[in-house]
């Protein structure tokens, strides 16, 4: 078969030319700091790399490792790896979509693969599956310089501990062309020895029953599926050279549940997450909230503030992320939300205090300006918040009933677009609620000027199409998701298909930042690889799944789901809003990101970030399209 690789390599035998010969736009798959087969090997350690095109057409890539020593080599977590320095990095949205790609990478010991996909979707796509040797995990290395734009280059970790003196360990990719993610995992199904895990959730609450199959081609003579060592319950279909085994296991308790597979000797994992019931976790998540990030005194009496678990203290900052507003009115519009339903005299009492907090620091009722910090600093007057202060005031007004609140959260959106909003892609503007509530009191002409400038907003993001514009990251999941979310909104405003059309181009490219790995806490969550830094106590650059935004994503599908013959956009709805609630824990406490690479620049990671920071936007996003969680 005819190979449509073309390569080139340096003196060093690694990858700095990776093409598809068939690619009109020539995108170059191999480009980055640190050359694509560099090696990182502790002392005593050798390798002999190689790498040839197969029958098939295909790049093969060998790494086998020696120990020259004369003694054993032991391995810690990131010691030993091969580098591969793929194109995911923003730059403008127009050159992203030709020549950039979102990595997903599955270290699923034997059974492991990446699929990386033009962040266009536009065929080829660039994929490998390890086909000797096994992979446990990987590293990042990136240039922080670059700060949010550029994820790094991947160090992926061979599953072996140790090497005796004189022995070999041999890792080999295989290299291929895919046109689409279907096509993806047919080509992972039709691999001989691969257990491919399939699932379409991986958070289940307790006391619901986990499903998820472990599919592949031949026969499946020897099957064993564990949890924490106590053997699960399987069955098996077998059909045209094929198998499936199918596996339902109740989730008792909270935490991660680690499965051990095994198929014909072939060894593989997958995690899921038992997760409390989501009415106890954010009852338990807002009375932390009230019990320990409310301060009291000075400008920030009454608001709430970072907790940082290790210190079992309350934190504030000046420097933007860590401060007293932005982000962090998700905690006011959780428990304003919560109240709605759910009485609870401690609680309201938190958030009185937290309302007069923030109409004295953050929000002009005169002017619908929204203040970027306590003490009225305006030092940036960000366009984001405003959105979010519209919610909070929104879902006071829903609590309270008190018509005056919903006047305000019309003029916190008013005054977003009176500052040009209109060419801003948001995160999280409510127009149709607001647009409902408003008419609910018969504020019908300021309804109708919310609705005229929201749909001038809709009509500019339905002309800039695919060209997104930058925002405080070149180009990323939170510019695409607020698109495809306004459009839709337009939709249900107006059933005008145009916009509906246009959602559905840009929901295309939505869904290729979500990975489908068999691991609670990459499926179905969006890349991002900058939150633990901004947000974070750590400030560590790196790849977080989850990080909270993601779901985002999930209020799109949801919205998606609704209209004409999209319905399985529920079940895509209900994996992505699960997917970030590992970030609170049952006390209430609650992480800004998991940072999920192993190490990042060689320090150790794959953490829960200490700071309870912006997170519980997750939350209220599950609570408000609970009937999808």
């Not at 038992?274 to 009496?301: P, S, T, V, Y």
Request: proline share 3%.
């Amino acid at each position: 078969m005819k190979s449509l690789f073309q390569l080139k390599y340096d003196e060093n035998d690694c990858l700095v030319t990776l093409q598809n010969t068939e690619d009109s736009y020539w995108m170059n798959w191999a480009v980055g700091e640190i050359p694509w087969g560099t090696v990182k090997l502790p002392e005593g350690i050798q390798v002999h790399k190689s790498h040839l095109i197969e029958e098939n057409g295909c790049l093969q890539e060998s790494y086998i490792f020696k120990n020259e020593m004369g003694f054993p080599v032991y391995f810690r977590e990131s010691d030993l790896g091969v580098i591969l320095s793929l194109p995911d990095s923003y730059v403008d949205s127009d050159e992203c979509m030709r020549r950039h790609c979102h990595t997903h990478i599955w270290c699923g010991e034997e059974a492991s693969w990446i699929k990386a996909v033009r962040m266009s979707g536009i065929a080829p796509h660039l994929g490998m599956i390890l086909r000797r040797g096994s992979l446990k995990g990987y590293s990042v290395m990136r240039d922080f310089e670059k700060s949010s734009n550029d994820r790094g280059s991947f160090l992926l970790h061979p599953g072996i501990d140790m090497l005796q003196p004189g022995e070999e360990y041999e890792l080999c990719f295989e290299w291929f062309w895919f046109q689409n993610p279907d096509a993806f995992q047919k080509i992972l199904l039709e691999q001989k020895n691969l257990p491919v895990v399939c699932m379409e959730q991986s958070t289940y609450f307790v006391g619901e029953t986990a499903l998820f199959h472990i599919k592949g081609k031949g026969k499946a003579e020897t099957v064993s599926v564990s949890c924490e060592e106590e053997q699960l319950e399987w069955k098996m279909q077998e059909a045209e050279d094929k198998y499936i085994v199918t596996v339902e296991m109740r989730i008792s308790s909270m935490g991660e549940k680690h499965i051990n597979i095994e198929v014909n000797g072939i060894h593989t994992r997958a995690l899921l997450y038992g997760c409390m019931k989501l009415e106890r976790l954010i009852e338990n998540r807002c009375n932390f909230i009230a019990a320990h990030q409310q301060e009291n005194k000075g400008i920030l009496d009454g608001g709430y503030i970072i907790y940082d678990r290790e210190t079992k203290k309350r934190f504030y900052s000046y420097l933007y992320d860590y401060n007293g507003g932005r982000e962090r009115l998700a905690m006011g519009a959780l428990i304003a939300l919560w109240l709605q339903e759910k009485s609870d005299v401690k609680l309201e009492s938190s958030l009185n205090r937290y309302i007069e907090y923030v109409y004295r620091e953050l929000f002009d009722t005169e002017t619908g300006d929204v203040f970027n910090d306590a003490g009225r600093n305006m030092d940036w007057d960000r366009l984001y918040n405003y959105p979010w202060m519209t919610i909070f005031l929104m879902e006071v007004y829903k609590w309270k009933k008190d018509k005056k609140y919903i006047l305000d959260a019309y003029k916190s959106l008013a005054r977003y677009y009176e500052k040009d909003g209109k060419k801003f892609y948001a995160i999280g503007i409510p127009a149709t609620e607001l647009i409902s509530c408003l008419e609910k009191e018969k504020l019908y002409d300021d309804a109708e000027k919310i609705k005229t400038l929201f749909l001038a907003h809709a009509e500019h993001v339905k002309e800039t199409g695919l060209q997104f514009p930058k925002s405080e990251v070149n180009y990323e999941q939170s510019i695409v998701a607020p698109a495809v979310s306004i459009l839709l909104q337009a939709y249900e405003l107006t059933e005008n298909k145009e916009f509906l059309s246009a959602a559905g181009e840009m929901m295309a490219v939505l869904k290729l930042f979500n990975g489908q790995q068999p691991d609670y806490h990459l499926f179905e969550n969006a890349i991002r690889h900058w939150d633990g830094y901004w947000f974070g106590k750590r400030r560590c650059f790196g790849d977080t799944f989850p990080h909270y935004w993601s779901v985002l994503t999930g209020e799109c599908y949801a919205r998606y789901s609704q209209t004409d013959g999209q319905e399985e956009y529920a079940q895509l709805a209900k994996a992505s809003l699960r997917g970030c609630l590992n970030l609170f824990k049952e006390d209430g406490w609650a992480s800004c990101a998991m940072v999920y690479p192993e190490s990042i620049n060689g320090v150790k990671a794959h953490y829960y970030d200490p700071f309870a920071n912006d997170q519980d936007w997750a939350l209220y996003y599950a609570w408000k399209m609970k009937a999808f969680v």
